[in-house]
């Protein structure tokens, strides 16, 4: 497995591999700290595009606000290596942030409306982040496939409209959500989770659990779901609610029933970190690892 620097390295690996004309280029955008999320996308890219996976591993500054985490996040770029290798990627494209920003550059990618609305409210800027850096990663690797998780809905949502808007060419591939045992969703995140942190944010996947149980006992009404929601998390005083959503998964507007394909998000502060959850309506349960 090579390890990328530049954008002309990732390129050239690229094409190199279209003048084969054995398939297509898979990307796998991270920022590191992978787990068995990640395992999972970097296995399906490896299922449609074998020996043609591109892994990302670079912490992005841009996607981070000026009280968040970008210098504490987690680092491990030698273990993500061997586990990115392990599942089946080709390439890890490991970029420094002179790279992917020149100091001269002035572009930026602004999905309006849909930047602003769930994280995008609650972290201003952060979409904008995410939107640049996804569309120069998918430029640098000309890839025909991008794999993300569910975990990161609104993500989803956002870059799916940028891909729309800017014709791009690259299909984005949604994998399921892992979670550990108990329910949690997997993050890399959740190494700053105490252990009654820890146990306190299990709260996040037992209001996804009281929601799908009515959902599955046909209630639809929007209100009825979100008060029981609210409900869960008030059993948990010490975690501090970001929001509670019943949205389109497309516009990610709010709705007055839940239809098959609606997304129930969540966000909410266990101590000092903030975690994200949801469930799309109508779907099967997600994975546990």
Same mark, same amino acid.
């Given at each position: ?10 390129? +050239? #690996? ?7 004309? =054995? ?5 796998? @955008? /991270? $920022? ?23 892994? &990302? ?16 996040? @987690?680092? /491990? ?10 599942? =089946? +990627? ?9 790279? $992917? ?36 990663? $998918? ?9 993300? =998780? ?32 108990? =329910? ?9 989770? &105490? ?9 996040? &996947? ?15 009404? &929007? ?38 394909? /609606? ?5 909410? #502060? ?20």
């Amino acid at each position: 497995m090579q390890i990328l620097k530049t954008v002309e390295e990732l390129r +050239a #690996w690229s094409r190199a591999l279209r003048c084969d004309g =054995g398939g297509g280029i898979a990307l796998v @955008p /991270t $920022m590191g700290a992978l787990h068995a999320g990640h395992e999972s996308l970097i296995r399906s890219a490896a299922e449609a595009q074998p020996g043609r996976v591109a892994v &990302s591993i670079f912490v992005n500054p841009t996607q981070f606000g000026p009280n968040e985490d970008f210098a504490r996040y @987690p680092r /491990t770029f030698t273990a993500d290596c061997a586990l990115a290798e392990r599942e =089946g +990627a080709t390439v890890i494209f490991a970029p420094s942030v002179e790279e $992917m920003y020149p100091a001269s550059a002035a572009t930026f990618v602004d999905v309006e409306g849909l930047s602003d609305r769930l994280d995008g409210a609650s972290r201003p800027g952060h979409f904008r982040g995410v939107a640049t850096v996804v569309a120069k990663l $998918m430029i640098a690797a000309e890839a025909d496939l991008a794999f993300f =998780g569910q975990k990161d809905a609104a993500q989803v949502a956002v870059l799916r409209r940028m891909v729309a808007d800017l014709r791009l060419g690259t299909k984005i591939v949604v994998c399921p959500i892992v979670r550990e045992a108990d =329910g949690l969703a997997l993050s890399s995140r959740n190494v700053y989770l &105490s252990a009654e942190e820890r146990k306190q944010a299990l709260v996040l &996947s037992r209001a996804i659990g009281r929601v799908e149980s009515l959902v599955a006992g046909a209630e639809r009404q &929007s209100a009825v779901l979100l008060e029981a929601a609210r409900g869960v998390f008030a059993q948990e005083p010490g975690v501090r609610v970001d929001y509670i959503e019943l949205v389109d998964w497309e516009t990610l507007w709010p709705v007055l029933n839940a239809v098959p394909g /609606t997304l129930f998000a969540v966000a909410a #502060w266990v101590g000092k970190t903030r975690l994200i959850d949801n469930a799309i309506i109508g779907r099967a349960a997600t994975t546990r690892s």
